[in-house]
T-cell receptor, first 112, second 113 residues
Framework: DQQVKQNSPSLSVQEGRISILNCDYT??????FLWYKKYPAEGPTFLIS?????DKNEDGRFTVFLNKSAKHLSLHIVPSQPGDSAVYFC???????????FGTGTRLKVLA | EAQVTQNPRYLITVTGKKLTVTCSQN?????MSWYRQDPGLGLRQIYY???????DKGDVPEGYKVSRKEKRNFPLILESPSPNQTSLYFC????????????FGNGTRLTVT
């Protein structure tokens, strides 16, 4: 049972345009969400997070939106740059526990 | 430089030959964890440790062992590797809070023939 789903395995976007990566979850107990970026031959690196008490968190070109009623979060990258080409994982966690559940990842390609 | 270091980066072995993948962090983090990444399955947690001598199973612990004798080290042990353990493995650590982000190592690609 995949509790965190990223239904788009890949996404291509033109440089300068917006990239929108989506993530759905099934467990309503999740109250903390993170996005990680992974380049080939490297480990995932933390990008941005959001707590369930918020519906938006912004950090430079990256914004994460959380829709609790729909159990859906999205990562917006504006403007997209070729260096953003990577695999993006969303992850969800529960307060007081010690693990995150990761999605299957979306490979973003930003075309120059 | 703050980092999580895994060794080796690549490992090819045969079924049944015991192996250990080492993981070390220099950030004094209490929490450490092992994940495996497989196509179409994302990152799945194998084991985690909240502190020295405190470990617990993740989602896919079968066939793996861990130990946490020192705060900085968290080795992953495969007593009798099998081909279905061929995967990309990541070690990660974080400071105490559940909402602290994980810091990952660069991965170990294991092939079991």
């Amino acid at each position: 049972d995949q509790q965190v789903k990223q239904n788009s395995p890949s996404l291509s976007v033109q440089e300068g345009r917006i990239s929108i990566l989506n993530c759905d979850y099934t467990n309503s107990m999740f109250d903390y969400f993170l996005w990680y970026k992974k380049y080939p031959a490297e480990g995932p690196t933390f990008l941005i997070s959001i707590s369930s008490i918020k519906d938006k968190n912004e950090d430079g070109r990256f914004t994460v939106f959380l829709n609790k009623s729909a159990k859906h979060l999205s990562l917006h990258i504006v403007p997209s740059q070729p260096g953003d080409s990577a695999v993006y994982f969303c992850a969800a966690g529960i307060s007081g526990t010690y693990k995150y559940i990761f999605g299957t990842g979306t490979r973003l390609k930003v075309l120059a | 430089e703050a980092q999580v270091t895994q060794n080796p980066r690549y490992l090819i072995t045969v079924t049944g030959k015991k192996l250990t993948v080492t993981c070390s962090q220099n950030m004094n983090h209490e929490y450490m964890s092992w994940y495996r990444q497989d196509p179409g399955l994302g990152l799945r947690q194998i084991y985690y440790s909240m502190n020295v001598e405190v470990t617990d199973k993740g989602d896919v612990p079968e066939g793996y062992k861990v130990s946490r004798k020192e705060k900085r080290n968290f080795p992953l042990i495969l007593e009798s590797p099998s081909p279905n353990q061929t995967s990309l493995y990541f070690c990660a650590s974080r400071a105490g809070g559940y909402n602290s982000p994980l810091h990952f190592g660069n991965g170990t690609r294991l092939t079991v023939t």
